[in-house]
């Protein structure tokens, strides 16, 4: 990879004893669209919360966050301030409740433009509705006027991406944006996203339970369980050879692409909860391939080929250390 935008070094958090991040390493080259995928619950959310500093004051957090080589871990709020929503822009799964119910849309966007760009009066509302346009909101400089209630959830969720392009970022992180969202809506959203960062050159992080999503958007993939990368490969090599347990158990319950819907084979069982971690790899308890072996230490990544990482001890027995 060309030099990172963005490198998590050992990333751990602990909620007062309970670790919900285990050392995660995970860098994002400028431009590139990543893709982290695992059950609720993974630590997905926690990993970019803690890089952002977002986390409330009691979790711990420890390793290593480095933008464009500054360190943003422990680095005073001034600085974390101006990197959020600066050259990094997040947005959730529920945009109705990120939007300000009482504020006409255009205010709201042209608010965001003034806090990043110091943008102003007429020339705000304008930027604000090419950034609507930019999004596919149709019939743009009406909608300025709309409230958030008038708008869907799809169109809700454009004006979150219209805001988070406001400060040109270099990385958006995008935690489940289409999961409140039906189908069709949800692939238009997915398509925009992929277009914007053509578009903008920007980075992508795409947070999301369903490797599905991911794989319709991303070039690279991490997958996480337990508070730690599991597996990470280019989009293509992870749905040709899935190597850990876990990435094979989330590819076995997508649903077909053609032919008739059918029940998804979950993986039985849940994932552990920060205070009740298994010894050795988290996921033996559920996988069907651990051997007594597994709970004896937790597995180092190994590299699977080139650009393609897995961290089980039976499936990576033989091959190198990543
Ligand atoms: N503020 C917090 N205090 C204590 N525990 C927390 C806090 N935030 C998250 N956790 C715990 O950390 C673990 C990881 O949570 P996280 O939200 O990152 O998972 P996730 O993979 O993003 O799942 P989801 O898609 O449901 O958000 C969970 O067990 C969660 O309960």
Known sequence: MSEPLVALRGLAVDFGGAPALRGIDLAVAPGEALGLVGESGCGKSVT?????????????????????????????????????????????????????????????????LGLHGGLRGAVARAEARRLLDQVGIPDAGRRLDAYPHELSGGQSQ???????????????????????????????????????????????????????????????????????????????????????????????????????RRPLAAIPGGVPEPGAMPPGCAFAPRCTQAEPACAAGVPEAVAVEPGHAAACLRATRDLVPA
């Open 48 to 112: 970019w919360l803690a890089a952002l500093g977002l986390l409330p004051g009691r979790a711990r957090v420890t390793g290593s966050v480095r933008l464009g080589g500054e360190e943003l871990l422990g680095a005073p709020p001034a600085v974390l301030d101006r990197v959020r929503g600066g050259r990094v822009a997040m947005i959730f799964q529920d945009p109705a409740s990120s939007l300000n119910p009482v504020h006409r849309i255009g205010r709201q966007v042209a608010e965001a």
């Open 158 to 260: 454009r004006v979150m991406i219209a805001m988070a392009l406001a400060s040109r970022p270099e990385l958006l992180v995008a935690d489940e944006p289409t999961t409140a969202l039906d189908v069709t809506i949800q692939a238009q959203i997915l398509e925009l996203l992929g277009a914007l960062r053509r578009e903008t050159g920007m980075a992508l992080v795409l947070i999301s339970h369903d490797l599905g999503v991911v794989a319709e958007t991303c070039e690279r993939v991490a997958v996480m369980y337990a508070g730690r990368i599991v597996e990470e490969a280019p989009v293509g090599r992870l749905f040709e050879r899935p190597t850990h347990p876990y990435t094979q158990g989330l590819l076995g319950a997508l649903p077909p692409l053609d032919g008739p």
